[in-house]
């Protein structure tokens, strides 16, 4: 229930990406967060001994959920 609470102070904050994002179609958007989807996936699977990079896939799961909310 909290999450749902800072949903709309995070829509607020993302609406000023808006102006320019204008261009940009939304289909766009919706592929890159797919991308991000599997990106964050791959690295999951590959990153073996490097474990410094599971800190890249809280920012991609965090971006993907930013280009969802703009779609």
Known sequence: MALYAVKPA????????IPFLR?????VLTWGALGCS???????????MHRWLFWIIPLL???????NALD
Do not use: K, T
Request: net charge positive.
């Open 38 to 48: 599997v990106a964050a996936a791959l690295l999951f699977q590959l990153v073996g």
């Open 10 to 17: 995070f829509r607020r904050i993302l609406e000023g990406l």
């Open 61 to 67: 799961l965090f971006l993907r959920i930013v280009l």
């Open 23 to 27: 261009p940009v179609h939304p289909d």
